[in-house]
């Protein structure tokens, strides 16, 4: 059996962060183990070439949602990083970190560290932001972070303009002071290229002697050893194969492989593990339980001027478009779809906003079979606006259905399972509709194509986001953390209740699920928790 100090599975937004950490000082030997590959493929590298990652198996799990009754009965598609970066190889780029108020709750939750301040000071350390440092921005740590002001669609100033003309007004960071507001959104982007967590951590690291990375290297269980994880079994080339842990077994694998990995290795609802034929090692129901994930859809507009359809779907606009990325690292290629966006309040009652929106300079009605089709747009000049609950109240839960590590669990979402859901997001697509009306926008509308101006009352526009809507690809919670081992599955230190050793950090991990894009608290999680792991070596 090979041995090392620090196990990490899961080369992923925390996984990487992790990995670069532990290894920093050089006095300990760290191994991160992958089931993907490598990310050094032109379409992970090009930001706007994540649309050809939405349904690629080469970097991407594929997993499949079970049928979801407040979906109307619909399979949401789940992609999930398959490849070093893990998500943040293939995800949409935005930079958000989450209100003050999320992260107060975690500490309120009885876990002290996780508290806004001690988040904020992180997020400074690990950042290099391009508009400079103040009092929340961080500049000198090894995250570039593009402010993104610069080659946007003209659209998008109307678009801000038309939300101030609704109530909501202009937000220069919403990662600042305050996240209401509307305005564009802060990108892990550097230069031409996509600033993966793999990139700004990983790639760095792996110069140094002391961290191993394992490609196509999947996790089969933890290895317990009297009531403490004392390695990993799995498989890489057709192999099983063990690895001894000196140290610790750190699960970063996020939100749907860590509590897989976890009942696999015998930890988790004990009359699950046992209808699967798995010893019981510590019987929790909470591992894979209080999955939390944002939900929404798009409402899209036929526009009487032009978007990015007229220059992105024939094939001359590729070509030219294509060319101006790989000669000048400019143009739409360059940058992520989601130029701008916001946060709003669905009623004055909330002592902060519930809600998100993303404005996409193009539209996509008719997609291509099997193809996310970001590279080809509808033939006609449209544009979306897309929103998304930020605290939902409705929750699901990952299980295995087979002892098999390659088998795919079940994941359940219960999408708009409450009534609390459903009344915000009524009330959200209502303010969509507001804005776009607004003087600033309303002069480049032609028609509304979805829902439609025939979907009008409360029935219809519920109907109809149950039938439209899927997840924005943040799902988290499901190994979370808190003090009591009744309602939790990791302590405020990461560590695995009942089980010496074993520590979660990633999104999993979340007390609670953060208002806003899930990439930014991944990594902070992977930072703190290198902090703690650092701290308890001593």
Same mark, same amino acid.
């Given at each position: ?77 789940? $992609? ?21 108020? @999320?992260? @107060? ?72 002071? !305050? ?77 749907? +492989? ?24 510590? @019987? ?92 080809? $747009? ?13 605290? $939902? ?20 979402? +219960? ?5 609390? @859901? ?22 480049? /509308? ?38 009591? $081992? ?17 520590? /979660? ?19 902070? /999680?992977?930072?703190?928790? !290198? ?8």
């Amino acid at each position: 059996m090979d041995e090392t100090d620090y196990i990490i599975v899961g080369a992923g937004s925390a996984g990487c962060v992790l990995a670069n950490r532990l290894s920093e000082n050089g006095r300990h030997q760290v191994t991160l183990l992958e089931a993907g590959g490598s990310d050094r493929r032109f379409f992970v590298q090009m930001p706007l070439g994540y649309g050809k990652l939405f349904y690629n198996p080469a970097v991407n799990w594929l997993y499949a949602a079970e049928p979801d009754p407040g979906l109307n009965g619909q399979r949401d598609h789940i $992609p999930r990083g398959r490849v070093l970066g893990g998500s943040s190889s293939i995800n949409a780029m935005v930079w958000i970190r989450g209100q003050k108020q @999320d992260f @107060d709750d975690w500490e309120a939750a009885g876990n002290p560290g996780w508290g806004w301040d001690q988040v904020l000071a992180a997020y400074k350390a690990l950042e290099h932001n391009e508009a400079g440092a103040d009092a929340y921005r961080g500049q000198g740590g090894p995250l570039y972070i593009s402010q993104n002001r610069r080659g946007l669609h003209w659209l998008v100033e109307d678009y801000i303009a038309a939300c101030a003309e609704a109530g909501l007004p202009y937000n220069p960071d919403f990662n600042g002071a !305050a996240q209401e507001g509307a305005g564009t959104y802060q990108m892990t982007i550097k230069g031409r290229r996509r600033n993966s967590a793999a990139r700004a951590f990983l790639h760095p690291a792996m110069r140094r002697r002391n961290l191993r990375v394992l490609t196509h290297a999947q996790a089969l269980r933890v290895i317990v050893e009297n009531g403490r994880a004392t390695g990993v079994e799995y498989r890489q080339g057709g192999e099983t194969r063990r690895l001894r842990a000196r140290a610790e077994v750190i699960l970063a694998g996020g939100a749907i +492989n860590s509590p897989q990995l976890l009942q696999l290795s015998g930890i988790g609802p004990g009359a699950l593990l046992q209808q699967m034929g798995l010893p019981v090692l510590r @019987d929790n129901p909470n591992v894979g339980d209080h999955l939390s994930d944002h939900h929404g859809l798009n409402y899209t507009w036929k526009m009487k001027v032009s978007t990015y359809n007229s220059i992105l779907r024939p094939w001359w606009g590729k070509a030219l478009m294509g060319l101006w990325y790989l000669a000048l690292g400019g143009g739409p290629l360059a940058k992520s779809i989601n130029h701008g966006g916001g946060f709003f309040r669905t009623h004055d009652g909330h002592d902060r906003p519930n809600m998100q929106l993303y404005f996409q300079a193009f539209s996509t009605l008719l997609p291509r079979a099997g193809e996310r089709p970001l590279l080809t $747009p509808d033939p006609f000049q449209g544009l979306s606006v897309g929103l998304s609950n930020c605290r $939902p109240t409705s929750r699901g839960h990952v299980r295995i259905t087979s002892p098999d590590p390659f088998a795919h669990p079940a994941i359940t979402a +219960n999408a708009y399972s409450t009534a609390e @859901d459903v009344t915000e997001m009524l009330a959200a697509v209502k303010f969509l509709r507001r804005i776009m009306a607004q003087p600033a926008m309303a002069r480049w /509308v032609e028609e509304e194509l979805r829902p439609g101006p025939q979907v009008q009352s409360d029935a219809d526009l519920i109907e109809d986001f149950r039938n439209r809507s899927g997840t924005v690809y943040h799902p988290s919670c499901t190994c979370r953390m808190g003090p009591d $081992p009744e309602s939790s599955v990791i302590d405020a230190r990461l560590r695995v209740h009942g089980i010496d050793g074993l520590r /979660v950090a990633d999104a999993s991990s979340f007390p609670n699920l953060i208002a806003g894009n899930t990439n930014a608290p991944a990594i902070m /999680v992977g930072w703190k928790g !290198a902090e703690l792991i650092l701290q308890d070596a001593r």
